[in-house]
């Protein structure tokens, strides 16, 4: 079964008992940047620089990624461009949603609700059929401690977990300095176009901004 890049994201970050979301404002940020590649390598949407343009509004076959160019049309608003920053504070509170509801119709996950002090209720998603997440994993060990080469989209991925510093959960076992040196060199590495790849990096750069705002907002 061939799943997004953005539910890949959240099978790592998903604790497979629980069902709880580890390292969640990582993960967000990681899933809405995961959804806007998988539009960039569907030639749907470039980035270049501090901005997004949507290029084809055609239907990719994978719903998640047509309602995010649904949504994305509408934010629009009829120009040409916007930011890259400002579309992924707007997709991310909403992003990890639409890929657990995705991986929750696949039968990968199953959601249940708990409530907590049996008053507030919290959703979690665990593991209902875990060879999807194996297949993952074990790509992920072969490209990144294995050395093998990496298609486009598992670099992609690699970039993105790299970016969002979440080798702790794409390794675990792993110290996060026995990976990072690796993962850096796929994330800058000849694995796509050179479109493609300056689309990454602009992207990083946008998820850094945006997730430093976060931060300093939450401790201020």
Request: hydrophobic share 45%; no cysteine.
């Amino acid at each position: 079964m061939r799943i997004t890049l953005a539910e890949e994201i959240m099978l790592l970050s998903l604790d497979d008992e629980s069902g709880a979301a580890r390292q969640r404002q990582a993960a967000g940020w990681a899933v809405a940047g995961a959804l806007l590649l998988e539009l960039v390598l569907a030639e749907r949407v470039s980035v270049s620089g501090k901005y997004l343009e949507l290029r084809n509004t055609g239907p990719t076959g994978e719903e998640l990624l047509d309602g995010r160019i649904r949504l994305m049309e509408t934010w629009l608003r009829g120009r040409a461009k916007r930011r890259v920053t400002d579309w992924l504070t707007k997709d991310q509170p909403n992003a990890v949603g639409a890929a657990l509801e995705r991986l929750t119709g696949r039968g990968l996950v199953v959601a249940q609700v708990h409530k907590v002090f049996g008053v507030f209720p919290q959703r979690r998603y665990p593991e209902a059929d875990g060879t999807v997440e194996g297949a993952l994993r074990e790509r992920l060990r072969d490209v990144v401690l294995g050395g093998a080469e990496p298609d486009a989209r598992t670099a992609g991925l690699i970039a993105l977990i790299h970016s969002a510093k979440m080798h702790r959960l794409a390794f675990p076992g792993r110290q996060p300095d026995e990976v990072t040196a690796r993962t850096a060199e796929i994330t800058a590495g000849q694995w796509a176009a050179e479109s493609v790849r300056e689309a990454i990096r602009d992207m990083q750069a946008a998820m850094v901004a945006v997730t430093t705002v976060t931060v300093l907002t939450a401790t201020s």
